[in-house]
């Protein structure tokens, strides 16, 4: 008895034991959080770029290319199916397409090539953040 007992109480504690970590596990997704932080990395360095006044240089046409990169991540990433948020989602990959095929050669047109990108992750972190 005492035995059978002491199987059982090893179980339950287990089975809580279990869904706690999964809980944890699911509230410590890290991916939109990584998503987002790469994509604000990225749009400081092309600021700071604007700032030192050097924009037509290999390294701003890397982070346009990978803001717009990892823009495609932020629909399967989030899970959100709300339409205002995957249509600016799909904005922001838009106008960073055109950001890059601008291919911007001085720091007005860069400007003005991630203007309209400032614009669109603000219309969402309204909504969403
Ligand atoms: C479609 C919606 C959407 C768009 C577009 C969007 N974001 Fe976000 N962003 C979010 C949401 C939602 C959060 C809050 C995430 C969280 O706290 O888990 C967020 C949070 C952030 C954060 C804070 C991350 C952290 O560690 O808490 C940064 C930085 C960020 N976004 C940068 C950007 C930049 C830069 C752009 C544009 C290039 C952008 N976002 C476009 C939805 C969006």
Redesign the pocket.
């Known amino acids: 008895m005492r035995v059978a007992l002491m199987i059982l109480l090893g179980l339950v504690i287990g089975v809580i034991g279990t869904v706690n970590v999964m809980n944890a596990l699911a509230a410590r997704n890290p991916m939109?959080?990584a998503v987002?932080?790469t994509?604000?990395y990225h749009?400081g360095e092309l600021k700071q770029a604007l700032k030192a006044k050097q924009c037509n240089t290999p390294a701003t046409r890397h982070h346009l290319a990978r803001?717009q990169s990892t823009?495609s991540d932020?629909v399967p990433v989030?899970g959100i199916e709300e339409k205002a948020?995957t249509d600016?989602?799909t904005q922001?990959q838009t106008r960073l397409q055109q950001a890059v095929q601008a291919a911007p050669a001085t720091c007005e047109a860069l400007a003005a090539a991630i203007q309209p990108?400032?614009e669109?992750?603000k219309s969402?972190?309204q909504q969403?953040?």
Do not use: S, W
């Open positions: 939109p959080k987002m932080d994509m604000g749009i803001l823009a932020i989030f948020f600016d989602a922001l990108v400032g669109t992750c969402c972190h969403y953040r």
